[in-house]
DNA sequence: GTGGTAAGTTGGATTTTCCAACTTACCAGT
DNA sequence: ACTGGTAAGTTGGAAAATCCAACTTACCAC
């Protein structure tokens, strides 16, 4: 009997930023650093692997290439929804670190419009609980090696 | 003036898991998968690199490496409260591919407590409204190079 | 003419990852 | 007793990814 992974969307996101550099690149963009130069430094990334990550990124949609000066041509990397949509995620982890890793004073901290520092939690869109592990069950998923 | 990368909770974050291979290892460990041999073939990854991964988890906090059997002797390994706190990244990255990357159903589906199928959202603690990208702010960063 | 900035590209060294085969130790069936 | 299977790795060598410093092109500012 033949053995494949499992299939998997996190598997299939990981295809396309899980490789090193990415979400900190996307990172920086977020934050609003939009040139290479820039990401280079504030990622610490080789320009090299910074030039195939922002080159991925574009062909995968999360960025788009936008030229702003034309002599001598100068780009800026700007999200699209797709790209922007992974802010969640990027916000997400930022939490898990802060609170498990990083452990001092937060070194990024976000406002959000209501007012308040923000704090992101995960909640179930249903009834808007937050999401404990305890409280899930797995209704379906691909199962590459029957018991 | 001396340049250094930007510190951050992201970087700080896939600093652990932030390597090929981890997070897969992790969404095995949380769909129940707790073996090294059933973790291989789940996820893809070759042997040697998983020893490596597990004995980083282990090491970083995120698993713990538990003896089932003495003769001959056979491990598993179970999330600890850091780990399961990296549940909502993982359910976070899911929900992104789904809705971008695969866009086929769903591979993987979990119900929530509640009775409904689980759609996780990030919401702002303190008012309660999902998080929208555009209505984040930078409040504090680290700005390892002044403009 | 000199220095600086931006966005890369290049060559070669280093590090990671991959892969298949091997190991140890037990158990189950014939 | 022998054969096959399972579990959890370990090993050696090849392949791929990453790192690093230097180079390039084209402009602008002094």
């Given at each position: 009997m033949p053995h494949r992974p499992r299939q998997c969307s996190i598997a299939d996101a990981l295809s396309?930023?899980?490789e090193r550099w990415s979400l900190l690149t996307l990172r920086e963009v977020f934050l609003g650093v939009r040139r290479f130069d820039r990401i280079a430094r504030n990622t610490g990334a080789s320009r090299d692997i910074l030039t195939a990550r922002l080159t991925k990124l574009v062909e995968t949609g999360l960025l788009e290439k936008k030229q702003y000066e034309t002599h001598p041509?100068?780009?800026e990397y700007v999200p699209t929804e797709t790209g922007q949509a992974l802010?969640?995620?990027l916000l997400s982890l930022?939490?898990?670190g802060d609170r498990?890793?990083?452990r001092t004073d937060p070194p990024t901290v976000w406002a959000h419009d209501c007012g308040a520092t923000l704090r992101p939690v995960m909640v179930c869109e249903h009834?808007?609980?937050p999401v404990r592990p305890e409280e899930l069950t797995v209704v379906r998923v691909d199962q590459p090696n029957p018991e």
């Open positions: 396309i930023v899980g041509p100068r780009y802010h969640s995620v930022m939490d898990w498990y890793i990083t009834c808007r609980e």
